[in-house]
């Protein structure tokens, strides 16, 4: 994954809550070309990738490029650019 996408990641999580500890506990699905064309990385749909901030962040096919859906531990969405 570039860094440019967990930027991305930071800019939105701090939108929603600007310190940690109101950060609500969930994770991030997300998929971006440079997990599936040749950066140096590839990712299977479903696949654990590196965490941001704390938040657990996988890879889900099943979103267009470059979108994601960041959900609290209850799996309800919290912040999206679908």
């Known amino acids: 994954m570039l860094r440019t996408d967990w930027v991305t990641f930071n800019d939105l999580i701090k939108a929603l809550k600007p310190t940690l500890a109101q950060m609500p506990r969930g994770g991030i699905t997300i998929d971006v070309d440079s997990l599936t064309t040749g ?8 696949e654990h990738l590196p965490d941001i901030m ?4 996988t890879r889900d096919a099943a979103l267009a490029t470059g979108k994601y859906v960041y959900s609290d531990s209850a799996g309800t969405s919290i912040g999206t650019n679908v």
């Open 54 to 57: 704390g938040l657990k962040v």
């Open 39 to 46: 950066y140096g990385y590839s990712a299977a749909d479903g």
